[in-house]
C-alpha cells in the first residue's frame, strides 16, 4: 500500500479482555516495528520483525504481550487480559531493511488509541 | 546504549517567531540523528535526518537542524513558524554500526498562537 496501515484507529475495552491491533506495512518493507506511546512519554519499543522473525523482543513490558507477522507483511500484536495501565496509542512502523542509515528510515502508521476500562 | 534528551516539554511561540528545539543525545559510537513530527491523531513523519556529511541539514516545512558533535546535540529550527506547525517533535537517534532501533525522546510539544 501507500502508507503503513493499523487497524483499528480506536479500541475501547474492559479490563481483563484480549486485544488484537493489526499492522500492514509498506508493500516491500522487510523490517516492522511496534511501539507504546502513552501520556505525555516518548515512543517505548516493543518488538521488531526481520521477515517473520522477531530478533528483538526485548521491549514487550510483560507475558501478556504477544506478535507475530505472517507473510513478511501484516503483523498482529495482540495483548492478553488487558490492564488499565496498557491503555496508549501503538504505533506501526516499517523500513527498507533493517540496517543504519537511509534504509532503515521508519515510516509509522497513524496507530491504534487503545483506551481500557 | 544510545539516549536521547529532549529539554522542553512543551515550547509556546507566536506565529511568525523563530523557534528552535533542543535535542542532545548520548552515545559511546558514532550516531545517526534524526526528527520527526507527529500531527494530530497521526503517526510520526520524518523531518530531517542527518547520516553523514553536512552537519547543517535542511528537511521539510523550512526546518533545518545542526548537527553539533562536540555538544553532542541536534538543535531543530525554523526561522519563522506557521500556526500549521502546531504539532508534537521527536528527536531520535541511532547507533551508525550495530542497533539499528532508534531511541527516541520524550517529544517536544511546539504550540503556535495567532
Known amino acids: 500500500g501507500a502508507g503503513v496501515s493499523q487497524s483499528p484507529s480506536n479500541k475501547v475495552t474492559e479490563k481483563g479482555k484480549d486485544v488484537e491491533l493489526r499492522c500492514d506495512p509498506i508493500?516491500?518493507?522487510?523490517?516492522l516495528y511496534w511501539y507504546r506511546q502513552s501520556l505525555g512519554q516518548g515512543l517505548e519499543f516493543l518488538i521488531y520483525?526481520?521477515?517473520?522473525?522477531?530478533?528483538?523482543k526485548s521491549g514487550l513490558p510483560s507475558d501478556r504481550f504477544s506478535a507475530e507477522r505472517t507473510g513478511g507483511s501484516v503483523s498482529t500484536l495482540t495483548i492478553q487480559r488487558t490492564q488499565q495501565e496498557d491503555s496508549a496509542v501503538y504505533l506501526c512502523?516499517?523500513?527498507?531493511?533493517?540496517?543504519?542509515?537511509?534504509?532503515?528510515?521508519?515510516?509509522f502508521g497513524a496507530g491504534t488509541r487503545l483506551s481500557v476500562l | 546504549a544510545q539516549s536521547v534528551t529532549q529539554l522542553d516539554s512543551q515550547v509556546p511561540v507566536f506565529e511568525e517567531a523563530p523557534v528552535e528545539l533542543r535535542c542532545n543525545y548520548s552515545?559511546?559510537?558514532?550516531?545517526?540523528l534524526f526528527w520527526y513530527v507527529q500531527y494530530p491523531n497521526q503517526g510520526l513523519q520524518l523531518l530531517l535526518k542527518?547520516?553523514?556529511?553536512?552537519?547543517l541539514v535542511k528537511g521539510i516545512n523550512g526546518f533545518e537542524a545542526e548537527f553539533n558533535k562536540s555538544q553532542t546535540s541536534f538543535h531543530l529550527r525554523k526561522p519563522s513558524v506557521h500556526i500549521s506547525d502546531t504539532a508534537e517533535y521527536f528527536c531520535?537517534?541511532?547507533?551508525?554500526?550495530?542497533?539499528?532501533?532508534?531511541?527516541f525522546g520524550r517529544g517536544t510539544s511546539l504550540i503556535v498562537h495567532p
Open positions: 512502523a516499517s523500513s527498507l531493511a533493517p540496517v543504519s542509515g537511509t534504509k532503515n528510515i521508519q515510516y
Open positions: 508493500s516491500g518493507h522487510t523490517a
Open positions: 520483525f526481520q521477515g517473520n522473525s522477531a530478533p528483538d
Open positions: 552515545s559511546s559510537v558514532s550516531v545517526y
Open positions: 542527518y547520516l553523514s556529511g553536512s552537519t
Open positions: 531520535a537517534v541511532s547507533m551508525s554500526g550495530g542497533s539499528y532501533i532508534p531511541t
